[in-house]
């Protein structure tokens, strides 16, 4: 009996356990086959700078790429049969949702689970989804939404166009690869989500003038000396950067969110203030849209809906 028990839950993380569309299967990777997965260098390995590393492994000594992917390879923890089934459902009824839209998933999507030691927050890399163990404790509707919400990150990283054509809807312009000046660069905040600053908006200051920016999420803590035991969020602190359209480098200091407030949520509308990067602002209101949560700012959903079924 128990050599059938061990066998049927090697099979949990070698089958796929069922579909997303009619072109997209998901998978629970466990094990080996997880570390694998999560120990893959991407653009978000890469872009992760000295400082914010250093504190998402609460070291005040410098960490490596390869110390990263190592944490990340040791949070991995298998499923429990009851996170199982509670994904499933939530997979299966976006699956009946979906069947209304066109979405242009990779052919599969993995989904892992770790201990939260290396990030602290459900995040997507390339097309596997993390999912940290206390992000389980959720009821089916619950999960719905964080998981609609994590699987547009991944539509939205294998469709950089349809991207950009969703960002329009809240006021989010492609310019190509925005480089940071040094000085904010080794303060970033890199989202694994959305690791690349490419699309900017146009803000109005408290004195009537328009500049275009980009939303920067960075740390409050400026050397490996202030690192400390809790999680990269609680340093965590977003402002806007003046961008020069001509170069594509940042310009200036750090705006706060209040010196622009009225001119960036009449673009982005009162549906979510998660408003880090244009990415998570979309994602929130396809969880929205995908889940029938009714929306403040009904544009937003509306011209949604009208792109994501063409």
């Known amino acids: 009996m128990t050599k059938l028990l061990c066998f049927f839950f090697l099979c949990l993380s070698a089958w796929p356990q069922g579909s997303l569309t009619s072109s997209c299967l998901f998978d629970f990777a466990q094990g080996a ?7 893959q260098v991407d653009d978000y390995v890469k872009l992760q700078q000295r400082l914010e590393r250093a504190q998402r492994l609460n070291s005040q000594e410098p960490v490596t790429q390869a110390d990263y992917l ?3 390879q040791e949070s991995i923890l298998d499923f429990t049969e009851k996170e199982i089934t509670l994904l499933n459902q939530a997979s299966q009824e976006l699956e009946i949702t979906f069947r209304d839209y066109q979405l242009n998933f990779p052919k599969k999507i993995y989904y892992l689970k770790t201990n939260g030691n290396e990030e602290g927050a459900p995040y997507t890399r390339k097309n596997f989804i993390v999912f940290p163990d206390f992000s389980l404790k959720k009821n089916v509707a619950q999960m719905k939404e964080l998981l609609a919400h994590e699987l547009f990150h991944i539509l939205s990283r294998y469709n950089p166009d349809l991207s950009t054509e969703l960002y329009k809807i809240i006021g989010f312009h492609y310019c190509g690869k925005i480089a940071e000046a040094a000085n904010l660069k080794r303060i970033r905040i890199t989202n694994p989500d959305a690791p690349i600053y490419e699309h ?20 409050k803590i400026k050397s490996l000396k202030e690192v400390d035991q809790n999680v990269v969020f609680r340093h965590m602190q977003l402002g806007f950067v003046k961008i020069d359209l001509t170069t594509k480098t940042t310009i200036e200091n750090i705006i706060p969110v209040e010196d622009i407030a009225t001119s960036l949520f009449q673009q982005v509308g009162n549906n979510t203030h998660y408003i880090i990067h244009p990415e998570e602002t979309i994602s929130d209101n396809f969880a929205q849209l995908m889940c029938g949560i009714e929306p403040k700012t009904p544009r937003i959903h509306e011209e949604l809906k009208q792109l994501l079924r063409k």
């Open 70 to 72: 190592r944490r990340a």
């Open 33 to 39: 086959k997880a570390q694998e997965i999560i120990g």
């Open 200 to 219: 900017y908006i146009v803000l109005t200051d408290k004195s009537g003038k328009k500049f275009p920016a980009i939303p920067f999420l960075h740390l």
